[in-house]
């Protein structure tokens, strides 16, 4: 009883976490906006949402999607947000418990889920997400028994570095940017956060994902080669499954790399 209480209300808090994310992602990307100022208001009429009306899940199907003050349609993406930073908490519980690796990885896990859909709708990552973020990780390494802070150090130099190579090969060769900048933070972030050891399975993760949406893309919109897709949802989505399954990826690698069977 007591551990499923416990889970209650680590899914109770991940949703009221994810209930904030929804005002970094709608107001982050605006120049000037911020994110603790006005209170939360409905993006058609303006007017402020009370208490009882903003309570994560629950109130979305209480009003049936709608806002209740001027019936305009309420977004989809906030009771996604919500409830997959529920699951995001509860799975982090069950695989870490409540020790140290807890708090470090929910935070971890709320900044990749708020650049997955920043980068998926206006195709940036925001600054203010992943430099305090590259720092943070390396300054967590010092207790965070996952990752040394000889492994962060190295992952944000190899991440930051690596891409920051093929960005400006890409560029030479095709005087065209297929990488931007955020890509590259990004990727130092999670090295600093997963350490040097997860940058093969993330760089070649999520190029497989990115490759089969980019595809998928290229034949929908057809515009051929200019077709443009944000790559940072990808990186954000591998570094969750190597987080999640470090110890699988190994041994699948060891297996089928190493080994050849």
């Not at 006005?38 to 009306?53: E, M």
């Not at 590259?134 to 962060?152: E, K």
């Not at 980019?214 to 940072?232: D, H, L, N, S």
Request: proline share 5%; with cysteine; hydrophobic share 55%.
């Amino acid at each position: 009883m007591a551990e499923s209480m416990l889970s209650f209300f680590v899914f109770l808090f991940g949703a009221l976490v994810g209930s904030f994310l929804n005002v970094v992602i709608v107001r982050l990307p605006e120049e000037g906006s911020s994110v603790v100022f006005p209170a939360s208001h409905c993006p058609a009429c303006k007017k402020p949402i009370s208490w009882y009306d903003n309570i994560p899940l629950v109130s979305f199907l209480l009003l049936r999607g709608r806002c209740r003050q001027c019936g305009q349609r309420i977004s989809w993406r906030y009771p996604l947000v919500e409830g997959m930073m529920a699951l995001l908490s509860l799975a982090l519980y069950q695989h870490f418990g409540l020790t140290i690796l807890f708090p470090i990885y929910f935070v971890f896990g709320a900044a990749l889920l708020a650049v997955i859909f920043i980068d998926f709708q206006h195709q940036i990552i925001p600054d203010v997400i992943s430099l305090p973020g590259i720092v943070l990780g390396f300054c967590l390494s010092f207790v965070n028994p996952f990752v040394t802070w000889q492994d962060a150090g190295l992952g944000v130099l190899f991440g930051g570095g690596s891409f920051y190579m093929v960005a400006l090969v890409y560029y030479l060769l095709t005087k065209r940017e297929g990488m931007g900048g955020g890509d590259i933070k990004l990727l130092a972030m999670i090295g600093a956060f997963l350490g040097w050891q997860s940058l093969p399975f993330v760089v070649f993760g999520s190029s497989v994902m990115g490759t089969v949406v980019g595809v998928w893309a290229m034949v929908k919109q057809r515009k051929g080669g200019k077709t443009v897709i944000p790559y940072g949802p990808f990186l954000a989505i591998a570094a969750l499954l190597y987080l999640f399954f470090r110890k699988e990826i190994f041994f699948l690698f060891v297996r089928f790399v190493l080994h050849g069977s």
